[in-house]
């Protein structure tokens, strides 16, 4: 409920009018949270991170503020270099973490109604932080080279990738706040306003596809991985281990989609792909146990069923948005063309120098091209398919012949089956009484002969004869006939 009120009064300040040029006091609170709020908590964490890790193995305090900047460059994907070793390659769990809370907190900053200026403000205060971060930590590293073997890494990498993590979180989160406005202002198709849903769902089907490859594959290699582990030898070692797999797990899960598309992921002198794989040194990581360690298997083909999925899943989605298959189709291939772009990002991202084993990389060009085309091809077919299938003629069905129903039924069957009081039971019999009585009196003649008239009865009976036996009427049978 707090969360919901502070929501309300940020926005309420974000859309509130401004005297002067400047932002307002809340405005000014505001801001202030979107530009430090992740990027404090990041500093916490690594503080705290640092300082456990370095108690834990009875080491000195010197190399801690080196150590809290090289996890701020760790976490943006900035190479770093650690006693003459390059490590390009970071794991992008605390990335993907970060780039959630970034688009969380400014999503919950602006709306649909926000300025325009106000909007501005947001997306700039939520570089401004970060960039300001970043400066201190390479002043930070660079004093700290002296004491450990940490190296400043080139100061326009660093502003660039954390520049590049922020400004897309925060693009993310601006896009979902106000993409109904945007695309109303804009005048865009109804159609491209509907494309957020399925793209979203067509990246979570591909995801979710690679994370089951990778549970597969250690599920596979269970024993390997245990042994990885065991090699940290003290209960230190073997947590760092596992903690560090969970860390690098979004890397290997783009790794196994890339795989799974026909692409080619690689580790140094090792590489795999659906049809060949090459051998080569790895380190003692338990997660890199889903390696194959032999040849490739005919089996592995059967991966291809989860970008083809995800396309008939995304060609179904964009069909029932739209009854035109021109509409339909053209809404796969734009989603697919964002989709390949992402995947390609992602798959740069993933990779990098990993010092005396190599490079790990994907091939990102043939990843991006190989997920829009399996997206496209698979997804055209199935908009195409749930298209024609919509628009087939209903064969016709032979309809009742409706029954005539006694009012009196119908009026029972409009009664309340479970009354809340006498009064309605009332009502309702009333009602039925009534019908019962209107139909009685429908069955009556409408001209009867009145009883105190018996010469008329008399007379009616003279104009028509009856054959009849006069019988007289009890004790009175010897009597003559009245």
Not at 164 to 169: D, I, K, L, P, T
Request: charged share 15%; glycine share 8%.
């Amino acid at each position: 409920m707090s969360d919901l009120l502070n929501r309300e009064t940020r926005r309420a300040a974000a859309r509130a009018p401004r005297a002067g040029t400047g932002p307002t006091p809340d405005q000014s609170r505001m801001l202030a949270a979107v530009a430090f709020k992740t990027s404090g908590l990041v500093v916490v964490i690594a503080t705290t991170l640092a300082l456990v890790t370095l108690v834990s193995v009875n080491s000195d305090l010197t190399g801690t503020l080196g150590a809290i900047a090289g996890s701020w460059f760790a976490v943006h994907l900035v190479p770093l270099s650690i006693g003459g070793t390059s490590l390009g390659v970071a794991p992008l769990l605390p990335t993907l973490i970060i780039g959630w809370s970034v688009a969380r907190t400014v999503h919950q900053a602006v709306d649909s109604g926000t300025d325009r200026r106000v909007v501005r403000w947001v997306f700039a205060a939520s570089m401004a932080g970060p960039l300001a971060v970043t400066a201190i930590a390479l002043a930070v590293a660079k004093d700290a080279s002296s004491v450990i073997g940490l190296s400043s890494p080139n100061a326009l990498v660093a502003f660039s990738w954390v520049a590049g993590v922020h400004a897309a979180a925060s693009g993310t989160g601006l896009l979902f706040a106000r993409w109904d406005s945007l695309v109303i202002r804009r005048g865009l198709p109804d159609w491209v306003r509907a494309l957020v849903a399925p793209f979203v769902r067509a990246i979570s089907i591909l995801a979710a596809g690679g994370a089951a490859v990778v549970l597969l594959a250690l599920l596979a290699s269970w024993e390997t991985a245990g042994a990885l582990v065991e090699s940290g030898r003290d209960v230190v070692g073997m947590l760092g281990l596992t903690v560090l797999s969970v860390l690098y797990l979004p890397n290997v899960v783009i790794g196994a989609l890339a795989v799974a598309t026909g692409s080619t992921a690689g580790f140094g002198d090792a590489s795999v792909s659906l049809f060949s794989t090459t051998g080569g040194p790895l380190p003692p990581l338990p997660i890199l146990a889903v390696l194959p360690e032999g040849s490739a298997q005919t089996i592995w083909v059967v991966m291809l069923v989860v970008p083809i999925g995800a396309g008939l899943l995304l060609g179904r989605d964009c069909a029932v948005r739209s009854a035109d298959i021109q509409v339909a189709v053209s809404s796969v291939w734009v989603v697919s063309a964002a989709t390949g772009v992402l995947a390609a990002l992602f798959g740069y991202a993933a990779g990098g120098n990993l010092g005396t084993f190599g490079t790990v990389e994907v091939t990102v060009w043939s990843f991006g091209l190989l997920t829009f085309a399996w997206l496209a091809v698979a997804g055209s077919a199935s908009a195409a398919l749930v298209v024609w299938r919509r628009a087939e003629p209903e064969p016709p069905h032979d309809e009742p012949v409706p029954t005539p129903v006694p009012a009196a039924e119908l009026a029972i069957e409009a009664a309340p089956s479970e009354p809340d009081d006498h009064e309605q039971v009332d009502e309702v019999e009333e009602v039925v009484e009534a019908e019962v009585v209107d139909e009685i009196v429908d069955d009556v003649p409408a001209e009867m002969p009145p009883a105190e008239e018996p010469h008329a009865t008399a007379e009616a009976a003279t104009d028509e004869p009856l054959d009849a036996e006069i019988v007289a009427p009890p004790g009175d049978q010897d009597g003559p006939a009245r």
